[in-house]
């Protein structure tokens, strides 16, 4: 009941819900290559040219989907600009920022660092695959009430790390909690309440 | 977005070999270390070759004579949480959890950490030094704070890997197939000093994979330990650190190897630490002569030699710890 109060507030105020929504009517479309032959999984056995598009298959939040994509395309590239998840960030496309944070096999990893190619067949998590509907799920809604950013620019990353603890680790300790944060930086400096917010989403999930 | 590449993940390792031995064609395991030196151009790739289709090489397995035998393909995560590396091998499970960040960690693998390339910041970045193939080191008259006070010679950098120190200290083995079949080199020698040659890193020929790590059955009596010393708590490089692993009996040091990081361009082996602690027993005054030799022959650059009391410190107390139990 409190939960769905929260909520509401949410939906007027920050439109979390609302930007959620967008993105996933972007990941309804499939990519298409610009350029390049389409390589079919079949053919899928040989040395793929550097332009050739090759046909992998995800399970995005939830939902199988068939893309072409080009052996350079990083994971974060094709989630963000061929489906539309915005919810992944880019920061410094090189391993030191965590804002690009996704689960794959439900483990927190960087689209950043991770070829597209190789996540073939995997299930990714994206920030947008945590909303409960038109709900926020239980990490989002403890840093929306423990007020964990300022500029908003790490937390879907952090949000993702603390995520992907949870699901390893229903009741993580605060050391475990600072630990598991610490691939993901935060200009702001909103640490404090990040640690509090991992702490009470894990309290949200038991609940 | 990364310069153009082919792609492909062979299933065997006879295939991937093959793949390798064409021209520029890079192996690619957890991605971590090659997708960002592709990225910044610090050396090109026509093709890239993914091992992640060869299973054989992702498993931990202990063999009939009691070692410990770690699949390349093995993620930095699995060797910091495995109970038996744990136990036995503890100093190599602290220091794969003090790898880079949960993330890294849950991707990168051991093969990887011990191939990765230098963090020297000319190298990362657009200068064509000596190791990249150019005329000059430009570390050694520019900023050079986070380089080596051992080893150096024509090129200064650190050895990045934590896990490489531990490896060297335990007497690992490290399997490795290629073009002309299969070698085991010792991991203490598997990282090549810029005294030998400055272009390479590793002894690794062209087209050669890691297969797997080896650890002997540990000796009674054994005790190990990792430090690392960074500037923060967030993931870093180690400014300082070091493994030891001692055969204790009673309270005296009757065998083992001291290897430190952050000190060379590659795992040091402390000769003059060990010389001071094997056969002593730990009281404080070895530990204090122990500290003061591992430094003794140290030759800091302009900007440091603050590493120097670092390390003695920092050894004072990792001998202290290790004392105790
Ligand atoms: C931000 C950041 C911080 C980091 N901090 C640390 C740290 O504190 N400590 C630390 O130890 N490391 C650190 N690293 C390095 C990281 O641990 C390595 O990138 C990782 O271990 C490499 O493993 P990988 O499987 O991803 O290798 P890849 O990126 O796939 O490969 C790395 C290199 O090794 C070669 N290679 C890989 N596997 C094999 C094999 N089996 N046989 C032959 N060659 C192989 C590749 O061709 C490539 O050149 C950091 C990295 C980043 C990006
Ligand atoms: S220390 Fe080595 S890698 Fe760095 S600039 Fe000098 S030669 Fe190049
Ligand atoms: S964008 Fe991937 S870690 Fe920074
Ligand atoms: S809230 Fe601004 S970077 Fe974290």
Request: aromatic letters at 0%; a negative charge; charged letters at 10%.
């Given at each position: 009941m409190e939960k769905k109060e929260k909520h509401k507030g949410c939906q007027c105020d920050c439109g979390f819900t609302r930007r959620g929504f967008l993105s996933s009517m972007g990941a309804g479309a499939v990519a298409l290559a610009a350029s390049g032959k389409i390589v079919t999984p079949a053919a899928a056995a040989g040395v793929k040219a550097p332009m050739d598009s090759l046909s992998i298959q995800l399970m995005i939040n939830g939902r199988s989907q068939r893309l072409l994509v080009e052996p350079r395309w990083s994971l974060l590239y094709v989630l963000r600009e061929h489906l539309g998840l915005t919810g992944v960030k880019i920061g410094c496309e090189r391993g030191e920022c965590g804002a690009c944070t996704v689960l794959i096999n439900d483990i927190p990893r960087y689209g950043c660092l991770t070829l597209a190619v190789e996540a073939e067949g995997s299930k990714i998590t994206t920030l947008e695959g945590l909303m409960q509907g038109e709900d926020l799920g239980p990490v989002q809604q403890a840093f929306v009430e423990k007020d964990a950013f300022q500029c908003g620019y790490c937390t879907p990353g952090q949000i993702m790390a603390v995520e992907g603890l949870l699901r390893a680790k229903p009741r993580p300790s605060v050391a475990e909690i600072q630990r598991e944060v610490s691939g993901n930086l935060c200009r702001c400096g909103a640490y404090v309440n990040i640690f509090k917010a991992a702490d009470r989403a894990a309290e949200l999930k038991r609940s | 977005m990364m310069p153009n590449f082919s792609y492909i993940r062979p299933e065997s390792l006879q295939e991937a070999i093959t793949h390798l031995g064409s021209a520029d064609a890079r192996l690619h395991a957890g991605g971590t270390d090659l997708l960002p030196c592709l990225r910044d151009q610090v050396f090109d790739a026509k093709k890239v070759v993914s091992i992640n289709g060869i299973n054989d090489l992702r498993s931990i397995q202990e063999t009939e004579d009691g070692s410990l035998r770690i699949g390349a393909l093995t993620t930095i995560t699995e060797v910091a949480e495995n109970p038996l590396i744990r136990e036995r091998y503890a100093a190599l499970a602290q220091a794969a959890a003090e790898v880079a960040s949960p993330q890294l960690r849950h991707q990168g693998t051991i093969g990887g950490n011990l191939c990765q390339k230098p963090r020297c910041w000319y190298y990362r970045g657009e200068f064509h030094c000596l190791r990249k193939g150019g005329k000059i080191c430009y570390a050694k008259g520019g900023e050079n704070q986070f380089h080596c006070i051992f080893g150096g010679k024509g090129c200064y950098i650190v050895?990045?890997?934590?896990?490489a120190p531990p490896l060297a200290a335990f007497a690992a083995k490290i399997n490795i197939v290629g073009p002309k079949g299969k070698r085991t080199v010792e991991a203490a020698v598997f990282h090549v000093e810029p005294s030998k040659d400055v272009t390479r890193e590793t002894v690794l020929e062209p087209a050669e994979i890691v297969t797997e790590i080896l650890l002997p059955r540990p000796l009674q009596g054994l005790r190990s330990s990792y430090r690392k010393v960074r500037a923060r708590q967030a993931w870093d490089f180690a400014l300082a650190g070091v493994a030891l692993v001692l055969q204790f009996q009673g309270n005296k040091v009757t065998k083992g190897r001291v290897v430190l990081c952050g000190a060379a361009p590659v795992p040091w082996r402390s000769y003059e630490v060990e010389k001071v602690v094997?056969?002593?027993?730990?009281d404080d005054a070895t530990i204090s002569r122990a500290a003061a030799a591992a430094v003794k022959n140290a030759k800091p650059l302009e900007k440091n030699d603050y590493k120097i009391p670092l390390f003695q410190g920092m050894l004072e107390e990792e001998l202290q710890k290790i004392k105790n139990g």
């Open positions: - | 050895h990045p890997s934590d896990t094997i056969g002593s027993a730990l």
